[in-house]
T-cell receptor
Framework: AQSVTQLDSQVPVFEEAPVELRCNYS??????LFWYVQYPNQGLQLLLK??????LVESINGFEAEFNKSQTSFHLRKPSVHISDTAEYFC????????????FGRGTSLIVHP | DAGVIQSPRHEVTEMGQEVTLRCKPI?????LFWYRQTMMRGLELLIY????????DSGMPEDRFSAKMPNASFSTLKIQPSEPRDSAVYFC???????????FGPGTRLTVL
């Protein structure tokens, strides 16, 4: 089974600054990768996903993540954050085929200061 | 589509009482997951159904917890008897097929006094 490590439990940043949230997964032949966002008192929502193809995936609100097979990473980045990006971010991984049970990281709390 | 529906949104009960959490998945989604989220343990997978059949319940903490999916449009998670350490937010999530993303409900915040 996959394991997912989110190296930072909390990332404080000022508004309009760039941010990177780190995610590493255990090695596998093939893997599906996801970033979810959880706003206060809400469920998790998909932010972006990598299934195959281009290693760089983007969301509609300016986030992007790059699948790096050699480093088994799927870091999330945004060049300029807004106050409204303050939330908990979860990285998840799974193995295609068979019974698919995704593995979630512990989450990273992004705190954007004015 | 209304998305994944969970009820109740909030539940406050006393230790020893039975608690039933409900989930209505998105129509056509074949897989359903129950999660528990706490500050201490983060997001934990409790049980996973595929086509209404429980596939993996290794995350269910103990016999006090049980889950059912009698049909494709309804699932329940029951705690009997409840204990204060069961206090958490419980999420239901569904998935269309292997590899696709999960759709989460808004959660049920359970407080056991």
């Amino acid at each position: 089974a996959q394991s997912v490590t989110q190296l930072d439990s909390q990332v404080p940043v000022f508004e309009e600054a760039p941010v990177e949230l780190r995610c590493n997964y255990s090695s596998s032949v093939s893997v599906y990768l996801f970033w979810y966002v959880q706003y206060p008192n809400q469920g998790l929502q998909l932010l972006l996903k990598y299934l195959s193809g281009s290693t760089l995936v983007e969301s509609i609100n300016g986030f992007e993540a790059e699948f790096n097979k050699s480093q088994t990473s799927f870091h999330l980045r945004k060049p300029s954050v807004h106050i409204s990006d303050t939330a908990e971010y979860f990285c998840a991984a799974g193995e295609p085929g068979g019974s698919y049970i995704p593995t979630f990281g512990r989450g990273t709390s992004l705190i954007v200061h004015p | 589509d209304a998305g994944v529906i969970q009820s109740p949104r909030h539940e406050v009960t006393e230790m020893g009482q039975e608690v039933t959490l409900r989930c209505k998945p998105i129509s056509g989604h074949n897989s359903l997951f129950w999660y528990r989220q706490t500050m201490m343990r983060g997001l934990e997978l409790l049980i996973y159904f595929n086509n209404n059949v429980p596939i993996d319940d290794s995350g269910m903490p103990e016999d006090r917890f049980s889950a059912k999916m009698p049909n494709a449009s309804f699932s329940t998670l029951k705690i009997q008897p409840s204990e204060p350490r069961d206090s958490a937010v419980y999420f239901c999530a569904t998935q269309y097929r292997v590899g696709n993303e999960q759709f989460f409900g808004p959660g049920t915040r359970l407080t056991v006094l």
